[in-house]
């Protein structure tokens, strides 16, 4: 019998009279007070909202069972990816159930490791988490990065590796940066924001970003200013020291487009200025290494799937290569291949490339001119990362991982291309008893979009099978095959997942990014729907057993999507969304998001966002999926606001009996950093709400 009950009581959620007009269109926004998250009335809210949703949680007979199969199977060693500095590995390791991972290090691969930072130990909920490493040239020094309750704020400290003793130094206010270290370990570059004001720490917009030079044993206040920009408030910075520790190269970013620009400054010569190598911001330049002053791109300046190119800062040679006439004197290294090119290492003097092939990962390795030497054989269709080291490395390590496979470390060989197993995880489950398809169907206009499909062998494809589609399409960001442990629970449920690759993404490299954003952006969500009819069409499932799924961006990507097709899903999973698209710009870091979404500002833009914003196309006296809204009180990436107010929204509109619930999690930021706990129990409710709303049966 189904645990459905009848329409619930929702909280009162008051309206206030603010009507905003945009180029002469008038958009109402009665619920404006949600985006004080502080105040005492939004907090009242939020606790009436929470309380709603977790007695209806509570009342889900499986939920119990959910969580205790969620607990046994991730109680397993997951292993990160060893890498070397000075003469000791160093690698992160979670024993199981630990909230956070810890970081060890051990002199070689057969020596017993010793813990170095143990986050579990700076907070009993584990709320407190490990951010970014950075490890001096010898290996000597250590500094981390670390989080409070998911924010994206960070402080750094410093430690000595062989000792674990912490230095004085404590650099705060650090936000979408790392610190790199001088070779002589005697100091670190780093970017950061002024201090915000108190009220406004989760809220308010990041503008003028500067560059550092921090020296150990000194106070933050006395770091000297390397570079900044003051007209240019919307520049930000990576820093990162070449690996023969000459150059500091300086990436510069000024939006979630992936054009940048390049800069460097020489750190043999005293008082050198930053040298601007690349002043346009006309394409995407990632740094792979250098041999002198020899530096190697990989870039989509005239390539859209990407290639490798070569600049010789000092004498650049004179093959012409672009179109623009600062690119005069550059040399193409690796051409653009019918693959998208994600990326590079530089080892043991050879290039290994990543490509995407419809969607998962092949490796290949080319000499410093170009020339193919051989592929990486990988275990199946999956994907890898890793081959990280020094340009003079002859050994690296890689992870392989599959919806079905967890993350098995390879020790690879460069010499030999030999690999080898160097940890391999044992989980709690049976993964011969599931199989992978990749389908491609036709979206509205008939472009063909890849699909993973997971499922039990054997699967009947009689329409009768609950199913998670899910997606995200937006910021040349790939979906890639990963396993998940929530997955394989899910599956053991008798649930089918599929995954689509949407456009928006960077699966097929940047048309096909393009293809997704701005206005195009309608071509994501008609290409999620298209999966959604396609899964139904081929007997998977049908609308009353399917459910859709999407964090932050893919959170905007259900909301659209429910709305636009309300009858075509049973239940709607929208985590973290961006769902107010007339004023995502306005707060943290969200004004970076108009390279994708374009400006409300703009009289074009806004015709565009305006037709799909998930909270201003609620209509009143539609019956809507089942839906859970997910967020967090301190989310300072997508502010809870769009989740409050979307939530309040839906729930006056909404029509039918199905529940609408948010659940807001505390000490909890957008995702990063979120100890194990919180999200067995998160997924646990997203799970149990799925059993009930789908009259899916008990885990036995």
């Given at each position: 019998?189904?645990?459905?009950?009848?329409?619930?009581?929702?909280?009162?959620?008051?309206?206030?009279?603010?009507?905003?007009?945009?180029?002469?269109?008038?958009?109402?926004?009665?619920?404006?007070?949600?985006?004080?998250?502080?105040?005492?009335?939004?907090?009242?809210?939020?606790?009436?909202?929470?309380?709603?949703?977790?007695?209806?949680?509570?009342?889900?007979?499986?939920?119990?069972?959910?969580?205790?199969?969620?607990?046994?199977?991730?109680?397993?060693?997951?292993?990160?990816?060893?890498?070397?500095?000075?003469?000791?590995?160093?690698?992160?390791?979670?024993?199981?159930?630990?909230?956070?991972?810890?970081?060890?290090?051990?002199?070689?691969?057969?020596?017993?490791?010793?813990?170095?930072?143990?986050?579990?130990?700076?907070?009993?909920?584990?709320?407190?988490?490990?951010?970014?490493?950075?490890?001096?040239?010898?290996?000597?020094?250590?500094?981390?990065?670390?989080?409070?309750?998911?924010?994206?704020?960070?402080?750094?400290?410093?430690?000595?590796?062989?000792?674990?003793?912490?230095?004085?130094?404590?650099?705060?206010?650090?936000?979408?940066?790392?610190?790199?270290?001088?070779?002589?370990?005697?100091?670190?570059?780093?970017?950061?924001?002024?201090?915000?004001?108190?009220?406004?720490?989760?809220?308010?917009?990041?503008?003028?970003?500067?560059?550092?030079?921090?020296?150990?044993?000194?106070?933050?206040?006395?770091?000297?200013?390397?570079?900044?920009?003051?007209?240019?408030?919307?520049?930000?910075?990576?820093?990162?020291?070449?690996?023969?520790?000459?150059?500091?190269?300086?990436?510069?970013?000024?939006?979630?487009?992936?054009?940048?620009?390049?800069?460097?400054?020489?750190?043999?010569?005293?008082?050198?200025?930053?040298?601007?190598?690349?002043?346009?911001?006309?394409?995407?330049?990632?740094?792979?290494?250098?041999?002198?002053?020899?530096?190697?791109?990989?870039?989509?300046?005239?390539?859209?799937?990407?290639?490798?190119?070569?600049?010789?800062?000092?004498?650049?040679?004179?093959?012409?290569?672009?179109?623009?006439?600062?690119?005069?004197?550059?040399?193409?290294?690796?051409?653009?291949?019918?693959?998208?090119?994600?990326?590079?290492?530089?080892?043991?003097?050879?290039?290994?490339?990543?490509?995407?092939?419809?969607?998962?990962?092949?490796?290949?390795i080319f000499d410093l001119q170009g020339?193919?030497?051989?592929?990486?054989?990988?275990?199946?269709?999956?994907?890898?990362?890793?081959?990280?080291?020094?340009?003079?490395?002859t050994e690296t390590f890689y992870s392989?991982?599959?919806?079905?496979?967890?993350?098995?470390?390879?020790?690879?060989?460069?010499?030999?291309?030999?690999?080898?197993?160097?940890?391999?995880?044992?989980?709690?489950?049976?993964?011969?008893?599931?199989?992978?398809?990749?389908?491609?169907?036709?979206?509205?206009?008939?472009?063909?979009?890849?699909?993973?499909?997971?499922?039990?062998?054997?699967?009947?494809?009689?329409?009768?099978?609950?199913?998670?589609?899910?997606?995200?399409?937006?910021?040349?960001?790939?979906?890639?095959?990963?396993?998940?442990?929530?997955?394989?629970?899910?599956?053991?449920?008798?649930?089918?997942?599929?995954?689509?690759?949407?456009?928006?993404?960077?699966?097929?490299?940047?048309?096909?990014?393009?293809?997704?954003?701005?206005?195009?952006?309608?071509?994501?969500?008609?290409?999620?729907?298209?999966?959604?009819?396609?899964?139904?069409?081929?007997?998977?499932?049908?609308?009353?057993?399917?459910?859709?799924?999407?964090?932050?961006?893919?959170?905007?990507?259900?909301?659209?999507?429910?709305?636009?097709?309300?009858?075509?899903?049973?239940?709607?999973?929208?985590?973290?969304?961006?769902?107010?698209?007339?004023?995502?710009?306005?707060?943290?870091?969200?004004?970076?998001?108009?390279?994708?979404?374009?400006?409300?500002?703009?009289?074009?833009?806004?015709?565009?966002?305006?037709?799909?914003?998930?909270?201003?196309?609620?209509?009143?006296?539609?019956?809507?999926?089942?839906?859970?809204?997910?967020?967090?009180d301190t989310d300072d990436r997508v502010?809870?606001?769009?989740?409050?107010?979307?939530?309040?929204?839906?729930?006056?509109?909404?029509?039918?009996?199905?529940?609408?619930?948010?659940?807001?999690?505390?000490?909890?930021?957008?995702?990063?950093?979120?100890?194990?706990?919180?999200?067995?129990?998160?997924?646990?409710?997203?799970?149990?709400?799925?059993?009930?709303?789908?009259?899916?049966?008990?885990?036995?």
């Open positions: 019998m189904s645990e459905n009950s009848p329409r619930l009581n929702y909280p009162v959620s008051h309206q206030v009279n603010i009507v905003d007009n945009y180029h002469g269109v008038e958009v109402a926004d009665p619920y404006r007070w949600l985006e004080d998250t502080q105040s005492e009335e939004t907090q009242v809210w939020i606790e009436s909202q929470n309380k709603l949703t977790f007695s209806y949680l509570e009342e889900i007979s499986s939920r119990s069972d959910i969580k205790q199969r969620l607990t046994e199977v991730w109680d397993y060693e997951k292993y990160g990816l060893p890498f070397k500095q000075g003469d000791q590995y160093f690698y992160f390791k979670n024993d199981g159930l630990q909230n956070q991972n810890v970081l060890y290090v051990l002199p070689d691969l057969e020596a017993t490791p010793r813990a170095l930072i143990d986050p579990n130990l700076w907070s009993e909920d584990g709320t407190i988490s490990l951010s970014g490493i950075s490890i001096s040239e010898d290996g000597q020094l250590l500094a981390y990065g670390y989080s409070v309750s998911g924010s994206d704020w960070q402080e750094w400290r410093v430690i000595d590796v062989a000792t674990a003793q912490y230095l004085p130094d404590v650099i705060k206010w650090i936000k979408f940066s790392g610190v790199t270290w001088t070779h002589d370990r005697q100091g670190f570059f780093y970017a950061r924001y002024e201090v915000p004001n108190t009220a406004e720490t989760f809220t308010a917009t990041h503008y003028l970003q500067r560059v550092y030079y921090h020296r150990l044993g000194t106070e933050q206040a006395e770091d000297l200013l390397i570079y900044e920009k003051p007209d240019q408030k919307e520049w930000s910075y990576y820093c990162y020291i070449t690996e023969d520790g000459r150059y500091l190269l300086l990436t510069v970013w000024q939006s979630t487009d992936r054009k940048n620009l390049v800069f460097y400054k020489d750190l043999t010569i005293a008082n050198s200025p930053v040298v601007e190598l690349i002043n346009q911001f006309e394409a995407e330049y990632t740094f792979i290494g250098n041999d002198g002053s020899l530096f190697w791109f990989l870039t989509d300046l005239d390539a859209p799937k990407k290639r490798a190119i070569a600049i010789n800062i000092s004498n650049p040679p004179v093959f012409p290569l672009g179109k623009i006439p600062h690119q005069q004197g550059w040399s193409q290294v690796i051409p653009e291949s019918e693959n998208t090119l994600q990326g590079i290492s530089l080892i043991n003097h050879q290039f290994v490339a990543f490509y995407l092939r419809d969607a998962h990962t092949e490796i290949k020339n193919f030497i051989r592929p990486v054989e990988l275990p199946g269709l999956g994907s890898a990362n890793g081959f990280g080291g020094k340009s003079t490395d392989y991982t599959s919806f079905t496979v967890p993350p098995t470390i390879y020790h690879y060989n460069m010499l030999t291309g030999e690999s080898g197993i160097f940890r391999q995880p044992s989980v709690d489950f049976d993964p011969e008893l599931y199989e992978t398809v990749q389908v491609f169907y036709p979206s509205k206009d008939g472009t063909k979009i890849p699909m993973f499909i997971t499922h039990k062998k054997g699967l009947q494809l009689d329409g009768s099978h609950p199913c998670i589609l899910y997606g995200y399409g937006g910021f040349s960001i790939s979906l890639t095959p990963a396993f998940s442990v929530s997955r394989i629970v899910w599956l053991e449920m008798g649930g089918i997942y599929a995954i689509a690759n949407l456009r928006g993404g960077g699966e097929y490299g940047e048309e096909w990014h393009q293809a997704g954003i701005k206005a195009n952006k309608q071509n994501t969500f008609d290409d999620f729907i298209g999966a959604a009819e396609w899964l139904i069409e081929a007997k998977y499932t049908n609308s009353s057993q399917l459910a859709i799924q999407g964090g932050s961006n893919g959170g905007l990507l259900v909301g659209a999507c429910m709305i636009q097709r309300p009858a075509l899903f049973a239940t709607a999973l929208p985590a973290v969304g961006v769902m107010d698209m007339l004023r995502f710009h306005k707060f943290t870091i969200g004004w970076a998001w108009i390279s994708d979404y374009g400006s409300p500002d703009d009289p074009n833009d806004f015709t565009h966002i305006y037709k799909y914003s998930p909270l201003h196309n609620l209509r009143e006296g539609i019956a809507y999926p089942a839906t859970l809204i997910i967020t967090a502010v809870p606001a769009h989740s409050f107010k979307f939530a309040a929204t839906l729930q006056k509109a909404h029509a039918g009996e199905q529940p609408v619930l948010i659940r807001i999690e505390t000490k909890a930021g957008h995702g990063g950093g979120k100890p194990t706990t919180k999200i067995i129990e998160e997924v646990t409710d997203q799970f149990a709400f799925l059993c009930r709303v789908l009259a899916i049966a008990p885990i036995i």
